[in-house]
């Protein structure tokens, strides 16, 4: 076992003691921190391997505890919330005419649903963040260590460019109208909304769990639902890919856009300005950031870091 150098380790106690800390101070402490600080720890010092695994999959921990943290300053707290404004702009651009007067989309299709759309929806929405994760590990698995780094990077990038949309915009999804009208209500807990059909199914409430938690209802714009995956795909062009793994994900991705509606999770103009987030990160990393010296010295060492035999 090759244990790590002095300055990594100290490297890995400061980094765990000031995320724990400001996560207890401003969060809450919960039972998966601990388990995940010592996962962490666990593959840090177990082997070199593992060790550079960890190292090379912190843009994907950096996202979470953002994203966490996000639970410090509440979006609503920072700028109004839109609910109204967002229906009427939604139903102007896309609406459709019915028999029982013009519809947004989502409401059209809330008239519209079958059980194989509702058991494929919750399929796709269920791939938002296992796939891009699974593809990045493809790739550092598969020796295309430069191409998966970007490919991380990115993904934190248009992370933290979504979370910034968030508090600059505070905005609610659709089954948000549709169960509580315009009002703000500060509190109002996740719906699963039209993926409650997937659990109808399979009799696996998954999503039930993963809505409840969800205490700030108001992050609609962008959809980020919409761009993890097309960063993937995005990538899958640029790294040595088997044409069904690109294929994949296009079908992946598509199905994730037409879900987002679909289940009344999003709008179209959520989920055109998810992509727009997805295309404006990479754009961003590979076209600006990388063309800074430090950001290229940066990215050849990390490489370097995490190639290492």
């Not at 207890?24 to 601990?34: D, K, S, Y």
């Not at 993937?232 to 088997?242: D, G, M, N, T």
């Not at 709008?267 to 997805?278: E, N």
Request: glycine share 8%.
């Amino acid at each position: 076992m090759t244990l790590p150098q002095r300055k990594e380790w100290i490297a890995l106690v400061l980094a765990s003691a000031i995320w724990l800390t400001v996560t207890a101070l401003f969060v809450g402490t919960r039972p998966e921190h601990f388990l995940l600080c010592a996962l962490i720890a666990a593959l840090f010092f177990a082997s070199g391997t593992t060790r550079r695994m960890i190292v090379a999959l912190l843009p994907f921990v950096v996202f979470g505890i953002s994203y966490d943290w996000m639970n410090m300053l509440p979006n609503y707290m920072v700028n109004p919330v839109d609910t109204e404004g967002i229906y009427n702009a939604e139903k102007s651009l896309f609406g459709i005419m019915t028999t029982e007067g013009l519809l947004t989309p989502n409401e059209f299709l809330a008239l519209h649903t079958s059980r194989l759309m509702d058991f494929l929806g919750g399929f796709f929405y269920l791939c938002w963040v296992p796939v891009p994760i699974i593809f990045g590990l493809w790739l550092y698995f598969n020796g295309q260590k430069r191409v998966y780094l970007h490919f991380a990077l990115v993904f934190l990038l248009v992370n933290l460019i979504g979370f910034a949309g968030y508090y600059i915009h505070p905005a609610a999804p659709p089954w948000y109208e549709a169960e509580h009208g315009f009002d703000v209500i500060i509190g109002c807990k996740g719906s699963v909304a039209g993926l409650a059909g997937f659990g109808d199914i399979t009799g696996w409430n998954v999503f039930d769990g993963l809505y409840a938690r969800n205490a700030n209802v108001f992050a609609a714009v962008p959809s980020l639902h919409s761009a993890y995956t097309l960063v993937a795909f995005i990538y899958s062009l640029k790294a040595r890919c088997p044409q069904w793994v690109r294929a994949a994900l296009g079908i992946i991705t598509a199905g994730i856009w037409f879900t987002a509606v679909y289940t009344s999770h999003h709008y179209i103009i959520d989920v055109l300005l998810g992509i727009a987030t997805a295309v404006a990160g990479w754009a961003l990393f590979e076209y600006v950031l990388m063309r800074i010296p430090a950001m290229r010295r940066f990215t050849d060492n990390y490489t370097r870091y995490i190639s290492k035999s």
